[in-house]
């Protein structure tokens, strides 16, 4: 996919709408959350070289709500990540999840992962970083947040971000990171991975990991585990012995009920504990 130029960046940034094309067809398991009592939909969020599209979901009755960033998997802003969005906002939350990768190109209509990951390779760290400072001044100025309620969670590629973003604004008062690699090289575009910023790490993130996840190997969780202990974070990590790889992810074969509903009770219970909860 030949990448996006700035001026058509601006011009052409849209939401996703349905579900990515690489993800079909569509597990009968996936959880339908209807927008009775929301304000949910497309919002376009101001950022240094234009805007950026993104979904957000909020009660439509009230003000001062709680802030969560919902960080996407490498499928982008898809049907899975905007019904997340309306699951908090049930909760009382205003969700917001921004399309991180829209200057790189439209991940949701390639037709499988091979043609993604080049797209998503090319997304350097500080453009996400940024992009989250820009969403979370526009929920405080234009959607009724309160900044000092906000947390962070993200899936896959996003599980990986929460971790930074944790490390990166010290005012997120917790972040839930499902099954984000912890390692990598350093690179230009990748200069930190979370083992890197675990031992001075402030903010408490709970990690939820798959036992049986092929892509995350567990030596990798153990050893941000052990680099979590010397932090003041008070991070946590939990793993399912029998989950795979995206097992909260209820439209894919990989969902585990079981376990997709114990972490979403964990990630409820760590909002509150750490005063993020409507």
Known sequence: MQEITRRQFIATATLTTGFALAVKPISAAVISTDSKGLVAGAVKIPVKDGEIPAYRAAPSKGSNFPIVLVIQEIFGVH????????????????????ELFIRQGDVSKLSNIDEIRPVVAKVPDAQVLSDLDATVAWAVKSAKGNANKLAITGFCWGGRITWLYSAHNPQVKAGVAWYGRLVGNSTELTPKHPVDIASSLTVPVLGLYGGKDTGIPLETVEQIRERLKSSSSKSEIIVYPDAPHAFFADYRPSYREKEAKDGWKRLQAWFKQHGVSA
């Open 79 to 98: 049907e899975h990540i905007q019904d997340v969005c309306r699951r908090f906002a049930k909760l009382g939350y205003i969700a917001i999840a921004p």
